[in-house]
């Protein structure tokens, strides 16, 4: 298994506070994401990073900050948290693109976050 | 819109037949395909992956069929286990130039009956 953890697991916060998500890799891996999981809808891409300090934004970004000051360590902030964003966020990383082609991710084991 | 559809949301199967879970796509760009498998409480497991230029990959009892031009994969697990209960997700993506942007459908949970 790809090493791989985040942190917190679960964490119960409340509307309007700012909430941190760390995701760790020990795998020197240059990509990584965050994701969050919600019924109806699978997993949908919040934002990635390509190197340290370079990141770019997925289809469900607003709302959402992160940051990569080190190669293993990814995190994403709520700056505000709202109900709406309730859900399990998962973390993963990919290693380098071969030949242009796309690289099979790896994911963390996810935090359950509930905003109240 | 969603790029990567996973039209069943549920599937039964007998324990030893063969289980098919399907997933449709719309960008003709995606060139890589993958199946993930995902149990309660843990993080997607990677399955089986297949690149644009193959039309069927093999490892083990899973198979994954790529038909492109009706943009269209399936995965095939045969025999089925009681232990291959869980939720199967299907992902397609595409290589950028600042990293591999993936699309995921909505899962397909399976069901094996002993």
């Known amino acids: 298994d790809a090493g791989i953890t985040q942190s917190p697991r679960h964490k119960v916060t409340e509307t309007g506070t700012p909430v941190t998500l760390r995701c760790h890799q020990t795998?020197?891996?240059?990509?990584m994401y965050w994701y969050r999981q919600d019924p109806g809808h699978g997993l949908r891409l919040i934002h990635y990073?390509?190197?340290?300090?370079?990141?770019d934004k997925g289809e469900v970004s607003d709302g959402y900050s992160v940051s990569r000051s080190k190669t293993e360590d990814f995190l994403l902030t709520l700056e505000s948290a709202t109900s709406s964003q309730t859900s399990v966020y998962f973390c993963?990383?990919?290693?380098?693109?071969?030949?242009?082609?796309?690289?099979?991710?790896?994911f963390g084991p996810g935090t359950r976050l509930l905003v109240l | 819109d969603q790029q990567v559809k996973q039209n069943s949301p549920s599937l039964s199967v007998q324990e030893g037949r063969i289980s098919i879970l399907n997933c449709d796509y719309t960008?003709?760009?995606?060139?890589?395909f993958l199946w993930y498998k995902k149990y309660p409480a843990e993080g997607p497991t990677f399955l089986i992956s297949?690149?644009?230029?193959?039309d069927k990959n093999e490892d083990g009892r899973f198979t994954v069929f790529l038909n492109k031009s009706a943009k269209h994969l399936s995965l095939h697990i045969v025999p089925s286990q009681p232990g291959d209960s869980a939720v199967y997700f299907c992902?397609?993506?595409?290589?950028?130039?600042?990293?591999?942007?993936?699309?995921f459908g909505t899962g397909t949970s399976l069901t094996v009956i002993p």
């Open positions: 990073s390509y190197g340290v300090k370079d990141t």
């Open positions: 297949i690149s644009s230029i193959k």
């Open positions: 795998e020197n891996h240059r990509y």
């Open positions: 992902a397609a993506g595409r290589a950028l130039n600042t990293g591999n942007q993936f699309y």
């Open positions: 993963a990383i990919s290693d380098s693109q071969r030949e242009g082609r796309s690289e099979t991710q790896y």
């Open positions: 960008n003709s760009m995606f060139d890589y």
